[in-house]
């Protein structure tokens, strides 16, 4: 079984920066895409973006990230990173990390999540 796990969460100011970063127990390669999820209290998680570990297919964003984050990966390191700018109160959220994720039925399910790494934008 491999292990994801986030980190690079923290406490920033809007319009401010960050970066995510997943790193896999294993190789990223055994999997076909990676993605980043957040969420709030009382909310399912949503897509942020993902990515095709092969290169493949790129990538996809939510639109109200597209611009502002970016997601990139390195097999070699078997860690996939989201870069953060312009954050703003609506970034607010425990964002997680998964693998070969399957969106059913209004929602997210994967075997292979991360703890999640918490994100908050002060004002």
């Known amino acids: 079984q491999v292990h994801l796990v986030e980190s690079g969460g923290g406490l920033v100011q809007a319009g401010g920066s960050l970066r995510l970063s997943c790193t896999a127990s294993?190789?990223?390669?055994?999997?076909?895409?990676m993605g980043w999820y957040r969420q709030t209290p009382g909310n399912k998680r949503e897509l942020v973006a993902n990515?095709?570990?092969?290169?493949?297919?790129?990538?996809n964003y939510a639109d109200s990230v597209k611009g502002r984050f970016t997601i990139s990966r390195d097999n070699a390191e078997n860690t996939v990173y989201l870069e953060m700018s312009s954050l703003n109160n609506e970034d607010k959220a425990v964002y997680f990390c998964?693998?070969?994720?399957?969106?059913?039925?209004?929602?997210?399910?994967?075997?292979?999540w991360g703890q999640g790494t918490k994100v908050t934008v002060s004002s």
């Open positions: 990515i095709h570990t092969d290169g493949g297919l790129g990538y």
């Open positions: 998964g693998a070969d994720v399957i969106y059913y039925g209004g929602d997210y399910y994967t075997d292979h």
């Open positions: 294993g190789s990223i390669s055994s999997f076909n895409v």
